[in-house]
């Protein structure tokens, strides 16, 4: 019952880290960089939403709404400002200019609401199920944020395969060039991109902070990293792929934290990382390119 | 119906197009011909706002284009058919010709039905792959792709590069076509031959200048062509 207790907790750590994990492998997908300032996105939208719920006393719905448009106003404000003018330079620089965006959004942070953690206020409010005589607890953030991400997963897929805007974000993926010569603006096309994933990032955020209250300004960073490795794992750019890969490293991370130790889990994520990329280089629902000439 | 008045166009430090002026009027088959590298898909890049020359100037339909964006001008009836085709291989065939829609506001049910009439070989894989495709295939779906923004002139890439004989004059054969059902055609071509045969003109392109233009069976007449292009 234990066991069960652990995969289920793995499982909800795990959704949150697949609804990160979407926004980084839609953007890799599409604008062909890593934005490593994605998860301080996440701690953004958690600010945003504390902010309204502790000092303005409006609902959770509400500040879940308001913390999505202010972190996609942010995502396309850092992708116009920062990202838009080093198109078509090498990707390290991009790189670099992402860590530096991470940086400066957590010194920003800091410089708001200071360094000390504030106590975030789960959004839920509903009861936790004692199943099999209270053996096993679920709680309604568990329930929650494996509804969420599902749903998340199922939305987006449906976006890029029905929606006009989807289909163009798939073509803006393949052929850029090819893609402007359909009529499709690229810019537009990512500027929307980075959009979807940041309100992603700030839902990913409550859920999170409901999870686990403490919030400060490095709160993304750490669940930043480890929702990349699972894009990873589950094949970057691939949609059903981000949110295997999640689900996969919250039950690792959550059985090795119980099982072998705390302060290995960590170390025991990458490892798996390293073998699942050493036997499918492309992870494990990475896109195989067909090709014929 | 196109006009591009003396374009530079530079790749970084390389001077690429060195002042390059020619018109496409309406109803017409221009071909481009020239060896490899004398920058004939540069011009037809610049032409369609992926590069933009850096003097000169372009006109389609009366308005200037010269630093329009490539996306735009597919609004105004204009069409590129890069080379190497540039579909997108993990698509579908039905998902590629939508995006050759991408601009139009409805489904484009009468265009498909024509584009299957032309080619029936994409109606039979219309959901598969497209990457799944065969060089002809592809190149037929490339086109069509095009034809879905219903364009006034299209611009073709070396719409024979790597194909079987059979299948370069099938290729040929629907230019033709198209061009019978009133779009104009830009063709650039390394198959000389077979580009003289149907352009109405042509221009010849060495090393970014257009050093020789006539209509397309005085060019095949031409000695200097024969010689460089036509294999003697």
Known sequence: ?293 | MLKIDDIHVYYGAIHAIKGVSFEVHEGEIVALIGANGAGKSTILKTVSGLMHPRTGHISFMGKDITHTDAYQLVRHGLAHVPEGRRIFLQMSVQENLDMGGFTQKSVQKEELDRIFQLFPRLKERRYQVAGTLSGGEQQMLAMSRALMSHPKLMMLDEPSMGLAPILVDQIFDIIKELHAAGTTILLVEQNASKALQIADRAYVLETGNITLSGTGAELARSDDVKKAYLGG
Request: proline share 3%; with cysteine.
């Open chain 1, 1 to 293: 019952m234990q066991l069960i207790q652990y995969l289920i907790n793995g499982i909800s750590i795990g959704s949150v880290y697949a609804i990160i994990a979407l926004g980084y492998t839609m953007v890799y997908g599409i604008a062909k960089m890593l934005n490593f300032a994605h998860g301080d996105i996440i701690m953004v939208g958690a600010y945003v939403s504390f902010c309204i719920t502790s000092y303005l006393g409006l609902p959770a719905v509400a500040s879940i709404v308001v913390a999505m448009a202010v972190c996609m106003l942010l995502g396309i404000f850092i992708e116009g400002l920062a990202y838009r003018p080093l198109r078509g330079t090498p990707s390290l620089t991009v790189l670099i200019t992402a860590i530096g965006v991470s940086y400066f959004l957590q010194n920003a942070a800091q410089l708001i609401w200071g360094t000390a953690p504030k106590n975030f206020t789960s959004v839920v409010t509903m009861e936790p199920l004692h199943l099999f005589d209270g053996q096993l607890v679920i709680t309604g953030e568990v329930i929650l944020t494996v509804i969420v991400s599902a749903a998340v997963m199922i939305g987006l897929t449906l976006f890029t395969s029905k929606c006009k805007m989807g289909k163009a974000m798939r073509a803006v993926s393949e052929d850029r060039d090819a893609a402007q010569l359909m009529g499709i603006n690229v810019n537009l096309t990512i500027s929307t991109t980075f959009a979807i994933g940041s309100a992603l990032a700030a839902v990913a955020g409550v859920l999170l902070c409901s999870t686990v209250p403490t919030l400060q300004p490095t709160t993304g960073s750490m669940p930043g990293i480890r929702a990349f490795t699972a894009a990873v794992i589950g094949g970057i750019g691939s949609i059903p792929g981000a949110m295997l890969g999640g689900i996969v490293l919250g039950v690792i991370e959550t059985f090795s934290k119980k099982y072998i130790s705390t302060d290995f889990s960590d170390a025991i994520v990458f490892a798996v990382l390293i073998l699942i990329l050493l036997v499918k280089p492309a992870g494990l629902l990475g896109k195989q390119t067909q090709e014929k000439v």
